[in-house]
Structure formats: C-alpha cells, structure tokens
C-alpha cells in the first residue's frame, strides 16, 4: 500500500509556542489530505480537510486560527499548532488520499504524539 | 446519539478463539464500510473494506454488513497474540466528493484487543 509518513513523531513543548507536524505521502500524489485528533480511550476525531492549493475546510468546533494548515504540494501537508496549551496535548494523524484510486482509501501516517507542558 | 456506536472493550480472548467485533451506526446514507487496525502509536492500517451489504472474507477475517439493522461486524478466526491491537470502524456516505464532506470518515471508538498465548 501507499506509504504517508509524518514528522516529528513525537514533541514536547511549552504551553504558548507553536508547533508544526509535517505530513507527507512517499509514494503518491494525494490531492486530498486529512488531519485527525484523537484522545486517549477516543476515537479519531477529524479536524480538517485539505486539498492541494486550496484553503483547509475545518469541522465544527475546530479553530482554523490555532490550527493553520497548509497543503502548498501534492505530497505535502503541515498542521501547525499555533500558542499550543495543555489542552492541545494529543495523538495527531494525517491521511492522504490518492484520487488515482477508484475507492475511498484513505492511507494513515505513523501518527505524532503532542505533549505540551 | 453518536454516529457510530463500537464497545471500546478491552476484549481478551485466548489464541485460536474466534473473535467478533461490532459496529452499530444512525446514519442510513453510510455506504462504504472499513475496518482498521491500531496498534498502540501507530497510525490505523486498513483491513478490510465493504461496499454495500454482505460479506467479505480476507484471509482469516470476515467483514459483514447488515444495513437494515445498522450493523457491521468484523470476525477473526485462529486469532494470534499478533492480532492483539485496537480495531477501528469506520464508514462514510461516498467514495469520492471532491470540496464535500460525504466522503469524510466517521470512526468509532475503537476495540481493544488482546489475544493471549
């Protein structure tokens, strides 16, 4: 299968600074890219969709002032977690999908664990 | 009433057993059906996917749909301790909308799986 890879997997940061997670798919070109959320014992949480060139379209609830996204190439995403506080702390995942492919797959990163202190 | 209903378990079963994991969902315009596995900090890996009511047999798991009963399942036979993992449903209304929200994965909660020796 496709590959998507995320970096940092893992960051610990103080309470007011900003944080970027890069994701990008090694393999294929994803048009469209996910970025998810999820909380221990919760499931995943979808925060954002990206699609290459255009502006992120956030769910309810989601502040597109704190969490920029930028989707700027067909293999690249960035979430950056702008004035990260505690309650920020969490297990983010991207996605990507490839438009090539005649089903709704959706491939996952690793994953990055956010703790901010 | 959430979307997606899943019994976050822990479920420990013995090796060999065979294991049943459910999904119960409100939404009747879900068409497509996924299963993921998790392993702890790790992003989820597709297993299985469904189009539509019906069953779908991929090795040693099966996936079935029941949509007028709201309800997915996924059963691993012979499981082995390397089944052991938190497994993920996830459904959505389309493959592929371009700009729209149809094709968004909604997840539940996900199972905790533990297989022992």
């Known amino acids: 299968g496709a590959v998507v890879s995320q970096h940092p997997s893992w960051v610990i940061c103080k309470s007011g600074t900003s944080v970027k997670i890069e994701c990008r798919s090694l393999?294929?070109?994803?048009?469209?890219m996910f970025w998810y959320r999820q909380f221990p014992k919760q499931s995943l949480m979808l925060m954002a969709t990206s699609n290459e060139g255009s502006k992120a379209t956030y769910e309810q609830g989601v502040e597109k002032d704190k969490f920029l996204i930028n989707h700027a190439s067909l293999t690249l995403s960035t979430l950056t977690v702008t004035s990260a506080h505690p309650e920020d702390s969490s297990f983010y995942i991207c996605?990507?999908?490839?438009?090539?492919?005649?089903?709704?797959?959706?491939?996952f990163g690793p994953g990055t664990r956010l703790t901010v202190l | 009433q959430k979307e997606v209903e899943q019994d976050p378990g822990p479920l420990s079963v013995p090796e060999g057993a065979i294991v049943s994991l459910n999904c119960t969902y409100s939404?009747?315009?879900?068409?497509?059906f996924m299963w993921y596995r998790q392993y702890s900090r790790k992003g989820p890996e597709l297993l299985m996917y469904t189009y539509s009511s019906g069953n779908k047999e991929d090795g040693r798991f099966t996936a079935q749909v029941d949509k007028s009963s709201k309800y997915i399942s996924l059963f691993i036979r012979d499981s082995q301790p390397s089944d052991s993992a938190t497994y993920l449903c996830a459904m959505s209304e389309a493959y592929m909308n371009y700009g729209g929200s149809q094709g968004n994965l909604i997840f539940g909660k996900g199972t905790k799986l533990s297989v022992k020796p």
């Open positions: 393999d294929f070109q994803a048009t469209t």
């Open positions: 996605s990507a999908r490839d438009w090539a492919l005649e089903d709704n797959e959706q491939f």
């Open positions: 939404n009747s315009a879900f068409q497509y």
